[in-house]
Structures are given as structure tokens and as C-alpha cells.
């Protein structure tokens, strides 16, 4: 690295100063090269979608990339450096949040990094009169006009199809965003960044916890900067407890068995992408002789858990009676899951009829993350599934006794734990 000397009563010069900041920038430059090699590397850019519009936010963040020293002349007013067209690495910032409108749905679209160097910071600068010492000029001939006090390295942000042309300096892609077609907003937009960014040292430690992401509601998972492996649990929804018909006031009774837990998946991904997350909503109410199957979480196309199978019941049955439901559901996945755990969905309970007058519906299966609904007395509506995942406890009506609803299966849940 190149260090300016001067000795004591040198008349310093402004070339002096200017080689200062120019062997600073090559020696950072090289330093950067060292690291990265003479590659392109990136940090930051972190995105926050809209939910009213197709525009995306994008956090500050810059850019490391192979350019010119100085490709224009630095100073001036008669001194100043020549350009520098040697080439060391380079650094170029967007120092705000930037808003960017994605222009149409159902198209991959690429945000660039538009990366040049600019003059700026101009001032009106005092200058030395020689002909008269004790009154500085107000810039060069007391003219009144600014200079420039800083030359910046500057990212903008371009989005295009194809890699777009401009007049200065260079772009880079920094990630591709799509919006599914016909949505009116960029809430769930895809988003997958280039492999130019890089971790920090201390993301550099592996199988360190760098956070925990949990959904109870339908959004799109992001990973973590630095995250290179990901345990996932995902939770399906849970089935409805059974629903009773009415009876007679003699002769006849109903029952139905509790609803089946969803299933579930622990598993771990290396490297994982962007991906949308979708919830099971809860299940409703097993209605008139009838039960609901739970609905499913997804996370992504990695794992897909089926929600738990739907109840069996017997209606307008004399006594005794004994309906339970079985399980037939499993977990889908993909190659890139390594899985740690898998669970079908659980078998809610039995409901029994001992006669047309005494009986129970029956609990509905527990999850791992909520207990299934209790069992219910005659002429009780069905209790629903607790915490996520867990079946709705199912009804017995006796003899003479109303329609009962089943109890709902709960809803879904995804955690992601990420990892360095």
C-alpha cells in the first residue's frame, strides 16, 4: 500500500492531499480483491413488499465491483490528478430506502444495480487572494461558483427485462421479482436474489441460530442474510369434530368420532430459497350428520402437510354403537428436505353409544402443538381442537335430542429456525 511523504517546510500541495484518498481507495480495493477476488459482491437490499400496490421497498445497501481508480480527472483549478484508469475494486452505496414499481404480473423481472461515480457536494469555496492575504476569494476569482468537495461512489436501482444500457459507469443484477398474475399488489411476490451477496465474518460461524420465523397466517418466508441451513416444522390443519343429526324422541341416537390431527414434518434444507407459506385456516364446525377434513400447510414446494382426515359418525342407529375414524394421510416432500421427524394425522377418538340415552362424542386427536377437542356428554356440541393442528371433539345426540356441531379442527403452523 502507497503512503504520501512530506517533510517539514514542504509547501504542501493540493495533489498531496488528493494522492492521500487515491492510495487509500487502491489499498481498500486491493484489500476487497483479496477477500472477494476480482468479483462483484454485494450487501444489504433488504425488500419490503406492499400490500396495497406493486411496488417494492428496497433497504440501502452497496456494492463491491472491479472499476477504474478514477475514471475522470479528480481536482482541478489548475491542478488536481489525472485519471487513473488502473482498476482495483470499487465500492458504490444507495445510503436510503428505494422504491421500486414492478410494471406488470405474470413477468420475471431483474433490479439492477446502476453503479458510476459522481462529483458532488458542491460549495462555494474560500480562496487564497494574492493580492490581498487577508481576504480570502470567493471561489476561484471571486466568481461566486461552486466546486464539487466530494467524488461518491453511487448505486441506483433500475428495473428491466433484459440488462438495460446506460451512460455511465455499469450495472449488475441483484435479484429477480415476479408477481403472480393478476395480482393487484406485490405482497406475494417472488423474489430471488444472485449469488453476489455475501455473509459477514460472523456469519461466517456455521450452525449458529440466527433467528426464528413463525407463521400463523399465509405470507412469504425470506431467509435470513446468511442463513445456509433451515430446520422447518410444519404443522397441517386439524379435522372437525363429527356433527350429529337430530333423533326421534324414542328409538334412535347419533354419534361421531373426533376429528384426526394434521400432519406434520420436521426437516432440514441447505441453502433455501424464498418461498410463499401457506396456512391452514381453521376447520369449521362438523355440521348435520357430517364432519370436515382439515386443510393443508405448505411451505413452499419443500413440504406439503395434509390436513387431518374428516370424522365418522352413524346416524338414526339404535344402541350400542362404537364409530372411530382411521388415519390415511401423510406428508409430502421434496428431494432437498432431510427429514428429522413425520407424522400421519393422528386418529381422533371413538364416540360410543352404550344405549340411545348415554353416550359421549369423542376427543379429537391432539397435535404437536394443541390438544384435540374433549370429549362431549350427550347433547353437548363438539369442543375444538386447541393450539394448531389439533381435531375438533365429536357429539353423541340421544334419543329426542337436537343436531350438534362438531368442534373445529384448529388451524396451521410453520416455524422456520435459520442457521448460519
Known sequence: MDRLITYGGQI?????????????KIGMGNLAMQLYGAESAAWGFGITRSTSDMTLTIAPGFVLSVAPVDAAAIGGNGGGLPADTGTTENQYYSTNNTIITIPATGVVYT???????QDAGNTVLPFYNANNPSQTQAGPNNLGNPLPTVRSGVVDLIVSIEEPSVDIGFTIPLFTASVPSGATNTSSSVVTYYDLF?????????????????????GTYTPTAG?????????????????CTGQAATGTCSVGSGGNAGTYLKGMISNPNECLVTIAAQTENGTNGSGLEGNTTAFGAYVNCPGGGAPTGANQISAPWVTGAHSWKSPIFSDEVSVLEILGDSVGGEGVAISTGVGWGASGASSKFGAGGGNSA????GSDGGGYGAGGGGTFSPAGGAALNGGKGSSGLVIVYEYS
Open 12 to 24: 504542501p500541495l493540493d495533489t498531496d492531499i488528493l494522492r492521500v484518498g487515491r492510495y487509500a
Open 111 to 117: 433490479v439492477y444495480a446502476h453503479c458510476y461515480e
Open 198 to 218: 455475501y455473509p459477514t465474518i460472523p456469519e461466517l460461524a456455521r450452525g449458529r441460530l440466527l433467528n426464528v420465523q413463525r407463521f400463523v397466517s399465509s
Open 227 to 243: 442463513t445456509k441451513t433451515i430446520i422447518v416444522e410444519v404443522q397441517g390443519g386439524g379435522a372437525s369434530g363429527y356433527g
Open 378 to 381: 350427550q347433547g353437548i356440541q
